[in-house]
């Protein structure tokens, strides 16, 4: 593990491995230990990387995987919002690499290259039961540089399998982490608005019928926007408005 300081994430802690089971579980035994300030986890490669919904998230060498710790106490409410701010700043990364014109959104955090998963974000967190704000929270986000997934529910794609000028995971991580200090400052001075909009504008089959299973139910309807807590709003075919604050979506 080397530990090292780049300038434009000064104040984040940035530790880089050649191999470990999950960023996100490393992220979690360092709050576990009691650190404190903002940590950047890098791994070249995971043995037991987590997707969504205990998925396993795939992870030979050659993409990005990297977990964001945010050690200080977040209000709960906050947490989906920076689930968006990442998304934007994978997105916007993406777009100054690949053409702003491929990079898509997925409700409610998957960003796409020609219609097809580039990337997904995982957040991890804990609370004290009851308590509405969360100890600590991190944002895991795996970007498919050069490998990806076959036979996946919903279609997955790599940098290097659309085309896309070859760029290697380092000098990913920097745009990344660049666009992520960014909007993360947007967001902080001027709040969610700006970074919903900037969702919006790419978030893909806005205003048509788009299939969304929930925890508990399977829903069809118009997808009509992202509401100000990052919730899906969907309207169904009777015109009934449904908020939904987690699920996955289907076309
Ligand atoms: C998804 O299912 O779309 C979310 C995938 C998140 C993957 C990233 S890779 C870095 C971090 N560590 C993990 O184990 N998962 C996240």
Known sequence: MTKTIRDWFASY???????IDSTNDEARRLVEEGV????????KKQLKGKGRYGRQWISPEGNLYLSILLAQPIESSLA???????AVAAGEALSSIV?????????PND???NGKKLAGILLESQSVASSTVLDFLV??????IKNFPEGTDYPATSMQAEG????????????????????RKQWQERGFELIREMWLERAINRGQVITVNTPNERLSGV???????????LKLAGGQVCKIASGEVYF
């Open 223 to 233: 997808f009509e926007t992202l509401q100000a807590d990052g919730s899906l709003e």
């Open 99 to 107: 053409g702003a014109d491929r990079i898509g959104y997925k409700w």
């Open 164 to 183: 896309a000028v070859s760029i290697i995971n380092d000098q990913m991580l920097d745009i990344f982490m660049q666009h992520f200090c960014y909007w």
């Open 111 to 113: 960003v796409l290259l």
């Open 36 to 43: 404190a300030g903002d940590f950047i986890v890098w791994s």
């Open 80 to 86: 989906a919002q920076l689930s968006f701010v990442t």
């Open 139 to 144: 944002i895991g986000i795996g970007i498919n």
């Open 13 to 19: 802690n940035l530790l880089i491995f050649d191999e």
